[in-house]
């Protein structure tokens, strides 16, 4: 709470000294464990996310936020292979700020099993035709206009709309299906259409299964779409330049890997674009607390996000 609440040290270390001594580790060594422990689980939720539906972590960076992401992320960053974690200006907030950020969603759905082989194209895109337009009359019931052509028939204050198109695929035969994108309402009727769907489909479920059958009949279970309002975009405001002559700071021991280390105790506001800040350090501020282990290396952008070099990780070079 940036520093408004006092905390009783005392009282967290009995608490934590007398379930250590029911496990045979002291104070220090069970809270270090706590925290190992919260990071491999988080890690692994992380895991089923990306890995198991075929999307590789390491080739992102790992956004911080909420009360308590940015202590873990470098730590999790490490564990998944991340080279970089970006904690944004009010991490607490930044839940708020994206729900403010984000667009009006409206989806529709309906039940549509036919084979590929069999389906009846001018029917699918029919469907798909009512569909659009019962999404453009939900974003119009809330002040959002547009059209099929893209342009914003009847928007309120310049908001427009948009609806995409997908179908649910699986070959015949199986149980999950996977969510292929169409290009538009009327692409079923199109020339190429089963080519294209098809090799949508396979090229997915190889990506999400690790294998496809581009010879096997496939069929379609249900058709989507959904209905988008653009609310508009805050642009990112550069942060104030401020002095780039170093920051206040003290230094206190702080336990990494089982040892303590001399640890760079910094204020978030404190903190100009461009300065940079090497590990082991903490970055307190009023909604979160970014720690930062031996081997990292903060830097500042210029709008005031802090970009994490997460370094080498557990048992590593640094």
């Given amino acids: 709470a940036g520093g408004r609440m006092r905390l009783d040290r005392a009282a967290a270390e009995r608490a934590i000294a007398a379930l250590g001594a029911e496990l045979g580790l002291d104070a220090t060594a069970l809270a270090e464990g706590i925290c190992d422990v919260i990071n491999a689980r988080m890690a692994q939720a992380i895991r089923t996310l990306t890995v198991e539906k075929g999307i590789e972590p390491r080739d992102f960076a790992l956004v911080a936020f909420g009360g308590a992401g940015a202590m873990h992320a470098v730590f999790l960053a490490r564990e998944l292979g991340i080279a970089e974690a970006i904690v944004p200006p009010f991490p607490g907030a930044f839940s708020a700020w994206g729900m403010l950020e984000t667009e009006i969603r409206k989806d529709f759905s309906r039940t549509y099993y036919a084979q590929l082989a069999d389906l009846d194209k001018a029917d699918l895109a029919a469907t ?12 119009a019931d809330e002040g959002i206009g547009g059209g099929a052509d893209g342009s914003a028939n009847g928007a309120t204050d310049g908001l427009a709309g948009r609806v995409l198109h997908a179908v649910d695929v699986r070959y015949v035969g199986q149980e999950y299906t996977l969510t292929i994108p169409l290009e538009a309402a009327d692409e079923p009727t199109r020339a190429g259409f089963d080519a294209a769907v098809s090799g949508r489909f396979h ?8 294998h496809a ?10 058709a ?4 988008l309002g653009d609310l508009g ?6 942060a104030d330049l401020g002095p780039a002559d170093g920051y206040p700071s003290e230094t206190r021991d702080v336990v990494f890997g089982g040892r303590a280390h001399p640890t760079t105790m910094a204020r978030r506001e404190d903190l100009r674009p461009g300065m940079v800040v090497a590990g082991p350090a903490v970055v307190s501020e009023p909604t979160a607390t970014t720690v930062l282990p031996p081997g990292s290396v903060l830097r500042v952008d210029p709008c005031g996000a802090l970009i994490v070099t997460a370094g080498a990780g557990k048992g590593e070079e640094a």
Avoid: D
């Fill in 233 to 238: 975009r805050i642009e990112p405001v550069p």
């Fill in 203 to 210: 090229e997915a479920h190889q990506l999400r299964f690790g």
């Fill in 224 to 227: 989507r779409s959904t209905a």
């Fill in 213 to 222: 059958n581009p010879g096997a009949p496939i069929e379609f279970v249900v």
């Fill in 128 to 139: 798909l035709v009512e569909m659009e337009a019962e999404g453009f009359a939900s974003l």
